[in-house]
């Protein structure tokens, strides 16, 4: 790895957009010997998505700051922590940054937003920095920081096993599909509740041996998810945790409702560990017609609402 510390303009500014993704389709199959639990997932990023702006500086300090008052900029934010991780990877002394968050992501959503603002970090700090990681690198320093964040990193279309950070990529699903993504603005769901929630429900009927792991894994790599899904032929949508979340938080009940009810959709679903929720559509004209015409529905309901098309790749440079 090369530790060259090259010359730099500290007036360069890099904007780094970083996609939220939706789970379409969530597997919980058991518990494994480090707490976290064994994932069969198929994640997808979509057009919604925070910016961050980043800026070298010569004090060798980390600095946040943040559009959004009810965010941390403190040691807990995972954009501080992936700026931290990079650095001392990287052996070399004095590398400092200004980072400004543009948050649009919605907080504690099942969106993988602060998961897809730390791979933003990493990418981004990468290149300001000139430190030549490879992707194979960053991937793995990503899986360090959290579960999602590999995913967040690659994006597009993927299969994710493990805790969800070993990626199995699919080409893009369909560039042109897209979702009516919504969320109660009051509520946000904490992803270790929803995973211990699934625990004492479902923790008894867990799997247990990496065989049955493995016969699952195959059974969704078998799935065609490149195929061209139709309403007489849907995609196979799931969330496990949907089903431990939903009958806790009348909003999401509530959401999943008022989405099946809006015509021409491929399905619904919650998104991770909630409490957004999604109607999935075979093209962004189809679902931005029927946003528009129950956008006042959607928002008389309290919820916020938006009409995403699928991205093809995770974090990119706007620079
Ligand atoms: O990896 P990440 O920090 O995103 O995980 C947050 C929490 O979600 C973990 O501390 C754990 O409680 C739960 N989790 C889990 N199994 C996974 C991923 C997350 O139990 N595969």
């Known amino acids: 790895m090369s ?3 090259r010359p730099f303009d500290t007036g360069h500014l890099l904007r780094i957009k970083a996609p939220a993704k939706i789970n379409l389709h969530l597997e919980v199959l058991g518990l494994r010997a480090d707490g976290f639990h064994e994932l069969a997932m198929v994640m997808q990023s979509i057009d919604l998505a925070d910016y961050l702006e980043i800026t070298r500086n010569e ?26 991780l990079i650095r001392d990877n990287s052996g070399v002394k004095g590398l400092g940054a200004n980072i400004h968050l543009c948050k649009k992501i919605p907080i504690g959503a099942g969106l993988a937003g602060g998961s897809s603002d730390g ?41 994710c096993f493990g805790r969800g950070e070993k990626l199995e990529s699919l080409k893009a699903c369909s560039p042109f599909m897209a979702v009516i993504l919504i969320k109660d603005p009051s509520v946000s769901v904490s992803t270790p509740w929803a995973y211990g929630r699934c625990r004492e429900i479902r923790g008894a009927h867990y799997l247990e041996s990496e065989s ?47 989405l099946s009810e809006l015509p021409g959709s491929l399905g619904v679903a919650m998104s991770g560990s909630g409490p957004s929720c999604f109607a999935l559509y075979s093209s962004y004209n189809k679902a931005k017609d029927v946003f528009d015409q129950n956008r006042e529905r959607l928002s008389t309901s309290g919820l916020e609402s938006w009409c995403c098309s699928f991205q093809p790749q995770g974090v990119t440079s706007e620079s």
Do not use: H, M
Request: a negative charge; hydrophobic letters at 40%.
């Open 3 to 5: 530790t060259s510390y």
């Open 212 to 258: 049955d792991f493995e016969r699952c894994r195959q059974q969704l790599r078998d799935e065609n998810w490149l195929k061209n899904w139709s309403i007489s032929e849907p995609p196979p949508l799931k969330n496990d945790l949907q089903k431990v979340v939903a009958p806790e938080i009348s909003s999401v009940q509530n959401g999943l409702e008022l």
């Open 119 to 159: 791979a933003a970090t990493l990418f981004g700090l990468n290149s300001l920095w000139g430190l030549a990681f490879t992707r194979k690198k960053l991937i793995s320093l990503a899986a360090e920081l959290g579960s999602d964040i590999p995913f967040c990193l690659e994006g597009g279309t993927q299969l």
């Open 59 to 84: 004090d060798g300090e980390i600095n946040l700051s943040v559009d959004d008052p009810n965010l941390s900029t403190g040691d807990d934010n995972l954009i501080i922590k992936a700026a931290r």
